[in-house]
Antibody, heavy 118, light 107 residues
Framework: EVRLVESGGGLVQPGRSLRLSCEAS????????MHWVRQGLEKGLEWVSG????????GYADSVKGRFTVSRDNDKNSLFLEMHSLRPEDTALYYC???????????WGQGTLVTVSS | EIVMTQSPATLSVSPGERVTLSCRAS??????LGWYQQKPGQVPRLLIY???TRAPGIPARFSGSGSGTEFTLTISGLQSEDFAVYCC?????????FGQGTKVEIK
């Protein structure tokens, strides 16, 4: 069974940093690209960042470019998101997503909540 | 980035009715289009990928069509558990982009 478990969310003041983690199990992690997608309260889905299986391709939404850094450790089946200079508008539930569109096997974690507020 | 626009924003329907939701892309995404269902407090559930292929375990009453810039999700014979928000997503290019969602509510 595929499992994606996010952690690291919490309440943080504007301008501070936070590191999110996503631990994957139940599939060959190093075969798949991975993404972070967020959803604000009562809002739609917003893609944050993506990383290919070997970290050769990395992308960011314009709203987080220069502030967030995505990485992965295939030996530890883990995905990370380093978030700096956090803003109130970064407040959202952050999901880790397995990219397997070719076979329709898109898997989402349960999400970790990030709240940026003074 | 590719902008995804869904219509209508809200649809009020009765159980048993047939529902058609629309999604338009600002430029071609070929058939790299997915549809999700999301209920309050739940993770998005993939219904359709490749514009028209049902994801594993999805009932046959859900069907998708379209390619390029115009896409449709049809629910034939709406059931009580189908009242939710439906969202389209293109995965043709990064950034992935999502429609703003169509809420299907009970009439």
């Amino acid at each position: 069974e595929v499992r994606l478990v996010e952690s690291g969310g919490g309440l943080v003041q504007p301008g501070r940093s936070l590191r999110l983690s996503c631990e994957a199990s139940g599939f060959s992690f190093d075969d798949y690209g991975m993404h972070w997608v967020r959803q604000g309260l009562e809002k739609g889905l917003e893609w944050v960042s993506g990383i290919s299986w070997n970290s050769a391709n990395i992308g960011y939404a314009d709203s987080v470019k220069g502030r967030f850094t995505v990485s992965r450790d295939n030996d530890k089946n883990s995905l990370f998101l380093e978030m700096h200079s956090l803003r109130p508008e970064d407040t959202a539930l952050y999901y880790c997503v397995k990219d397997a569109w070719a076979v329709g096997d898109i898997q989402w974690g349960q999400g970790t909540l990030v709240t940026v507020s003074s | 980035e590719i902008v995804m626009t869904q219509s209508p924003a809200t649809l009020s329907v009765s159980p048993g009715e047939r529902v058609t939701l629309s999604c338009r892309a600002s430029q071609s995404v070929s058939n790299n289009l997915g549809w999700y269902q999301q209920k309050p407090g739940q993770v998005p559930r993939l219904l359709i990928y490749g514009a028209s292929t049902r994801a594993p375990g999805i009932p046959a009453r859900f069907s998708g069509s379209g390619s390029g810039t115009e896409f449709t999700l049809t629910i034939s014979g709406l059931q009580s558990e189908d009242f939710a928000v439906y969202c389209c997503q293109q995965y043709h290019t990064w950034p992935w982009t999502f429609g703003q969602g169509t809420k299907v509510e009970i009439k």
